[in-house]
């Protein structure tokens, strides 16, 4: 079993920045690819990054250049820097990680969401 817990949401003012964790612990071998979406109220859940085990990085368009996606082998953490933040980035935040078991087996979790609420 593999358990990720996030942390790291809140209400920010537009224009102000939140750094979101996710870690991961239980049954891992090694993780791969780590990400983030977000879901919105009435919305499907969308692609916010996400990135390799050897750091590449992929943005939706929407947050390139306010949102950055960094992580950690080691900890097994992935973490999302926003800065720049605006009223339409409000969602809630999931995180997730593929990887392989200590048996070998693929893995692919979610994280249980995070609430990151932009207003004034």
């Known amino acids: 079993q593999v358990q990720l817990v996030e942390s790291g949401g809140g209400l920010v003012q537009p224009g102000g920045s939140l750094r979101l964790s996710c870690t991961a612990s239980?049954?891992?071998?090694?993780?791969?690819?780590m990400g983030w979406f977000r879901q919105a109220p009435g919305k499907q859940r969308e692609l916010v990054a996400t990135?390799?085990?050897?750091?590449?990085?992929n943005y939706a368009d929407s947050v390139k250049g306010r949102f950055t996606i960094s992580r950690d082998n080691a900890k097994n953490t992935v973490y999302l820097q926003m800065n720049s933040l605006k009223p339409e980035d409000t969602a809630v935040y999931y995180c997730?990680?593929?990887?392989?078991?200590?048996?070998?087996?693929?893995?692919?979790?979610w994280g249980q969401g995070t609430q990151v609420t932009v207003s004034s």
């Open positions: 990135i390799t085990r050897g750091g590449g990085t």
């Open positions: 997730y990680m593929k990887g392989l078991t200590k048996q070998y087996s693929p893995f692919d979790y």
């Open positions: 239980g049954n891992i071998l090694i993780s791969s690819d």
